[in-house]
């Protein structure tokens, strides 16, 4: 308890000395950007473009020690050659000591109708996947079923053409790309992360089946975004084990998103559904446990406390997420972790400070539906910034 007043009473006094302002930029097609679309619309017939978004947090679980990370520092670089061809890439440092690359593609623009992208590209499913800058969305960390279902930050290298059609009030996606890892040295598929394992991440991966991704968003409607995404196609298998049974299994993934801003309310929600197919023979040969069905849901609203006239904006929100990643195990040959079928109540602040910069706190209860388990509390504090 004193370790928790105490993180209430450091939000507090960093909220009372701030300052600066927030402009609320919301379009009233709620046609958000990430940091890549940013990017790719800046002004200027060439140069460079920087920017960057960076995320430090403190957890603290119910009766264990608390940690301080700092989480992610991103630093965004974009080149525009010329009208038509422009380059984007993001360099991520995780916890301090982690490298990686999120993103790198050349993007050749015909028109606002057809742009046609290559290279280590984000895959379109769900909302966070895309849009997972700490100032746009609520909640010290990212909601839980996009990191085990989807998973965050999930990123693959392919080829693939994107755009839009305002007539129509659409946006689409769609794109080749190589497929997760089967297995990942001596990381396998399955349990508490699903398929989080199976992340190339760009990184000399091996591909020996093209997998499809496709989304199509709706904006149609005054402060309403629809979205619907799909990814089909198989792990890839290492030369030498490739013709095994279970070397490789089948991913048919499903996603239906939906957000809404109106004056101070704002909502979002997400379903995500994965079908697994030879999972059984995919547990036999690596003494795996992963399920033939990985799905999770949340819904959420806020509120923004302060009147519109403010340029500062305070989001009061509660979130409620169900994901399960051994929704079922029939066709797994393994018998189902009820651990893995999980609930999570959050809620909490969104302090935008300034146009960019946030300071959050939440509360989470995380529970799951495993016989005698007792749910747990866990308090985050952390600001995030995105330039």
């Known amino acids: 308890m004193k370790r928790i007043l105490l993180s209430i009473a450091m939000l507090t006094a960093t909220i009372g000395f701030s300052q600066t302002v927030v402009q609320d930029t919301t379009a009233t097609k709620n046609q958000q950007l990430n940091a890549a679309q940013n990017i790719l619309n800046g002004t200027g017939s060439k140069g460079i ?37 422009q ?60 990191k085990s279902i989807v998973p965050t930050t999930w990123r693959e290298i392919g080829v693939g053409v ?8 659409l946006r689409y996606q769609a794109y080749i790309f190589n497929g997760f890892t089967s297995l990942n040295g001596d990381k396998t598929l399955g349990g508490s992360n699903g398929l989080r394992n199976g992340r190339q991440k760009g990184a000399e991966s091996t591909v020996n089946t093209p997998n499809l991704s496709a989304k199509v968003d709706y904006y149609g409607i005054p402060g309403l975004r629809l979205g619907a995404s799909g990814y089909f196609g198989r792990t890839q298998a290492a ?89 079922a195990t029939k066709d797994a040959a393994i018998t189902r972790n009820l651990a893995f079928n999980r609930q999570e109540w959050t809620a909490g602040l969104s302090y935008h400070i300034a146009n960019g910069a946030v300071v959050k706190a939440d509360y989470q209860i995380l529970d799951n539906a495993a016989e005698g388990n007792e749910a747990t509390g866990q308090l985050n504090v952390g600001f995030g910034v995105w330039f």
């Open 49 to 85: 473009t920087i920017g960057g978004y960076a995320q430090v947090d403190y957890n603290q679980p119910e009766g264990d020690n608390g940690t301080l990370d700092v989480h992610r520092l991103v630093m965004l670089l974009g080149y525009k050659f010329s009208d038509k061809v």
């Open 239 to 327: 030369d030498d084990i490739q013709e095994i049974d279970g070397a490789d299994v089948g991913i048919n993934m499903f996603g239906l998103d939906a957000r809404y801003i109106k004056k101070r309310f704002s909502a979002r929600g997400q379903y995500i559904h994965a079908l697994i197919s030879d999972a059984d023979d995919y547990n036999t040969l690596n003494e795996a446990n992963l399920g033939s069905e990985l799905k999770g849901w949340y819904v959420e609203s806020a509120y923004n406390l302060l009147p519109l006239s403010k340029e500062q904006k305070l989001d009061a929100f509660i979130r409620y997420e169900q994901y399960d990643t051994h929704a």
């Open 87 to 146: 380059f984007v890439t993001e360099i991520e440092y995780e916890h301090v000591k982690e490298v990686y690359i999120e993103q790198a593609f050349l993007n050749y623009s015909l028109n606002d109708k057809v742009n046609i992208r290559g290279g280590l590209m984000l895959v379109p499913m769900g909302i966070v996947n895309e849009y997972h800058e700490p100032t746009v969305f609520n909640g010290v960390e990212r909601p839980s079923m996009d």
């Open 162 to 169: 994107t755009g839009k059609f305002d007539d129509a009030s």
